[in-house]
């Protein structure tokens, strides 16, 4: 999720896709051109339950971990990289305002994910859940430091509400794929407990969210990302409506 971000645009129409029209750092970006990556082996630590010093250790160790396969990724498309601020807290304030209920959010003016310790991680610490708090906000990251983030943006303000609402659902789609890619090269360091078959239909299986859209979509990327184990697979934008829906 976004803050402190009006949750981007549309073009004056939608159409059956979203590719004519689209700006190129949409459809084209260097990043999908980043290749495939290896196997990325990171010093990732189980999580003791009720220890909040613990879950805040995991997600440092993600942290370090995601900056470490991107930072290979944009350099092998040859674009310049930087690592977002990651704040951890167990409170609700964040140097984007509160943070939301799900727990995590992008804040693009600040370059920081901030990621808040909930009651339920403390109670259950299910690793991927707590995991994909990194991982799917630095898909946002990688969106801000790609011209994806500020292109998006500039078509939601010019686009109408139901556009904007496939907007919305591009965008978040296209950081659980990103999502997926990072997870194609670090699960086993991640050590979920679980098969990524059980996560994908885990995620199928969530509430539906009018701005990240339908579970069963959010799945599809999420995978598609990780099976391709490219960010080529990620052209969220030139997919049918049907398939961000």
């Not at 402190?4 to 979203?18: F, I, P, Q, R, V």
């Not at 999908?32 to 990325?40: A, K």
């Not at 010093?53 to 396969?69: E, G």
Request: with cysteine; proline share 4%; glycine share 8%.
């Amino acid at each position: 999720m976004i803050a402190g971000l009006a949750l981007s645009g549309t073009a004056s129409a939608e159409t059956k896709s979203a590719s004519s029209g689209l700006p190129a750092v949409l459809t084209k970006n260097k990043i999908y051109r980043s290749g495939t990556p290896s196997t990325l082996t990171c010093a990732i630590p189980e999580i003791r339950e009720g220890s909040t010093s613990s879950v805040k250790t995991f997600h440092r160790a993600m942290a370090r971990c995601a900056n470490r396969f991107w930072a290979a990724r944009f350099k092998a498309a040859g674009m310049r990289y930087s690592p977002p601020k990651v704040s951890v807290t167990s409170g609700s304030r964040s140097v984007c305002g509160t943070i939301t209920t799900n727990g995590a959010q992008y804040c693009p003016a600040q370059r920081t994910i901030a990621i808040r310790i909930q009651k339920r991680d403390l109670r259950d610490p299910f690793k991927m859940n707590i995991a994909h708090s990194v991982a799917h906000e630095w898909g946002h990251h990688v969106q801000e430091l790609t011209g994806i983030l500020d292109a998006q943006n500039r078509l939601y303000w010019r686009a109408g509400a139901k556009a904007r609402t496939t907007l919305s659902h591009r965008l978040e789609m296209q950081a659980e794929c990103f999502a997926g890619v990072f997870y194609s090269a670090a699960i086993d360091s991640v050590d979920p407990g679980i098969t990524w078959g059980q996560w994908v239909d885990a995620i199928r299986q969530a509430d539906e969210s009018k701005v990240h859209g339908k579970p069963r979509n959010l799945a599809y990327w999420q995978n598609r990302g990780y099976s391709g184990g490219s960010a080529r697979y990620c052209n969220t934008w030139t997919a049918p409506n049907s398939r961000v829906a």
